[in-house]
């Protein structure tokens, strides 16, 4: 039986009919065809599907879409604003040379999103921590972190 | 220079940082096909029949493929051919490919996959090198388990052990490696609008991928297109084919686009890995740490298949000696098929390995004589003019001394920190020291590269290579060197890259090559155009060309400083295309098969890392705290994505000494292979060299496996510094530390 799912994707509202097994990130991906957020293990452990639900950190292959109903998504799709200027942490991540392969990218801004909302000054352990579920192969993170911590000092 | 050596960021950051990026998985197409591959659960069998007759009433299933749809050869490999695409009548790997299932919907395809039913016949299978070599071993290939057996000989090492004052002679052991890319591999398959059977999909090397396409098919090169999607990793694992073979096949026989997207688990189970070696090593020294003898055996397991098995047995053996001058060398070294899962390229090709046993030599060496471990690394250094054990005199940028000189205020630095030791005693720290080298390149042929520059009547330049980049920078490289030559900024430039629709033959992203030869293909390239345009000028305005030279992307004369022509004027006032071209294949001699005789390397990268590390002595949890690499790159054209490199590779070769170890059978996902995350990786000081290679371009030798190399060896290092023991075996997990500590404490209570 399909369901009929309401919610807020990057400020605009959708309504869709889906499959009640689908997860957030087949809704987004396969049926709504917005491939900017990545599958890398679809199983919880790499971070690489990461979005914002009422501004949390969540990995989209593990999360029901039912349960995003009447509730706020962002993905990486929405992160510059109305203006069309990036995203303070997109700009930090190029500055920072932050970027190799990017396919955690998308995630890995989401969930320093995450972090820097809740705590606009962490530490260099809490960024550790805040990112720590996302896995990058290729750079070896400092650059992020630093990418991080430089948006932390500007706000 | 205004475009070299700056670390402008990557030219493709902007789509990425965006989501816009398309990886494999994300290519649009109109209903495409889904494909599914089946796959055998036995080590080692014949194949009686494939039963596909269920499968195929399956709902929305349009056709299964087995071997006997191959039209062309069944077999592939980039040095020994002998891997099938899909099995015919054996399967070698439980993973193994044995049919191929088109349906409209990927759930239809995936129901198929377990209806499909292969009836085997066992086979007794061999799981360890040391098992396929007796002589009553079942034959996993006709021709013998024994894939190639490499010797390098110098001097004599009888006399070099006796001239010794100590000898040391230990094993040491690694094991599988995934390369644990973050994009599953995917991609689709379509017939373009040529008529081409066409590939899209994350590559490191699209021409490589077309010749093994068309031979699979039967087609003509020209018949046949590889487009690399936008790459999420690849670290050697997308040198050999991943998806392409299945894209090609079923869009070959369909004539409709098809879609395969490989699950996480898959990717584990099928992609190659880094090759597990057993290393013997014996070491002969003076007194005053001066080697004198080195002898070495080097065993390997290639799996299944013989991929790269050939490389890393003969780039291990050539690096076994490692950035010292050894007068009398021997080394065996053995690769051997297994039915375990097969080994490939992964960055480094078997040096990361054989790094780990030479520098724990020299660290032995160096604890035995009671000389500081940097010193000891100086004494034997290699340097301009000495022939290394293949016989080739190094004749230019030989940074190793250099990086050892460097690197040794931060040991001191180190040292003074571990005063503090004693208010947490069931912590110890030490610190690790460890130097490699790397030949750029492939080993002892010919791996050339080539590209071309044009500039339009319109005023448009386009630039064409055919580097795969994968997440490392080459485009932004590729690019920086064409602004240096014509000093337009790279924006200006557009860059046409691994498409064989458009692009010529580069050779693959593997062996830290593409700075280097492909670096030089776009330099000359550069060079062939600034010439022509000179030559276009000098016959438009009627000047002689000596008198004409390249600025800024202006033509300007010597002798009439007022004369200044943009060369986009020159090529409109021309009308036609100008066109520059360039090739590179770096000077090297095949190795002699008696003795491994010969120049197999153009050029070495050099590097020193020092690793500061903690022992809990409790847990046997190993902590690194800070990494010092420095490097000699020759020249660093983008000094930000060469520490990009450095830093990463660090990342990796932790992962590698501490946490990395896939287990046949066991490991299956990113559950159960750990791999270091931000709460795992040290603080690092990358230090650049740049000892300028004469024959790179602006003087660049090469980064990207290099980064890799002395990390892990740096720790192990570090660790027995620590606790007074020392780890054979990689990777050091807490077990391994925990037991050698306990060790410690019963010999020496
Ligand atoms: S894809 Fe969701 S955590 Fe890896
Ligand atoms: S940049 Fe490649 S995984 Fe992070």
Redesign the pocket.
Known sequence: MKKILHFILNGEPVEMEIEPHLTL?QVLRDRLEMTGT????????????TVLLDGKSV????YPALEVEGRNVTTIEGLMNSRGNLHPIQKAFIEHGAIQCGFCTPGMILSAKALLDENPHPTEEEIRNGIAGNICRCTGYLQIIQAIKAVSQKT | MKYVGIGIPNVDVLEKVLGQARYGADLPSESPLHLKVVRSTKPHAKIVEILTEEALCISGVERIFTAKDIPGRNLVGTITKDQPVLASDRVRYVGEAVALIAAENPEASEEAAKKVIVIYEDLPHVTSPEEALSIDAPLIHEKGNLLLEFHLRKGDVQTGFKEAEVIIEETYTTTWVDHAYLEPDAGLGYIDEEGRVTVICPTQNVHYDQKEIASLLSLPLEKVRIIQSTTGGGFGGRLDLTVQGFLALATFHLKRPVKLIYTPEEVFQVISKRHPLKIRYKSGAKKDGTLTAVEVDILGDTGAYASYGPTVCIRSAIHATGPYKVPNVKVRSRMVYTNNPWSGAMRGFGVPQIAFAHESQMDILARVLEIDPIEIRLRNALQVGYETATGQPLMASVGIGETLKKIRIFTEEARGGRKDESREPKIKRGIGVSSMWYGIGYTGIANPSTAQIEIHPEGEIRLFTGVADIGQGSNTIALQIASETLGLPPDEIQLIHADTGFTTDAGPTAASRQTYISGNAILRASKDLERKMIKEASRLFGIGENDLFLEEGKIKSRRAPRISIPIKEIAKRCGTVIRGEGTFDPETTPLDPETGKGVPYATYAFATHVAEVEVDMETGKVKVNRVIACHDVGKAINPKNVIGQIIGGVAMGTGFALMEEFIPGKTTSFVNYLIPTSKDVPEVIPIIVEDKEPTGPFGAKGVGECALIATAPAIINGIADAIGKRIYRLPASLERVLEAIQKRKMKSP
Do not use: Q, R, T, Y
């Open positions: 990130l990545k599958e890398g293990c679809g199983m919880g452990e790499c971070g690489a599907c990995n989209s292959c593990i």
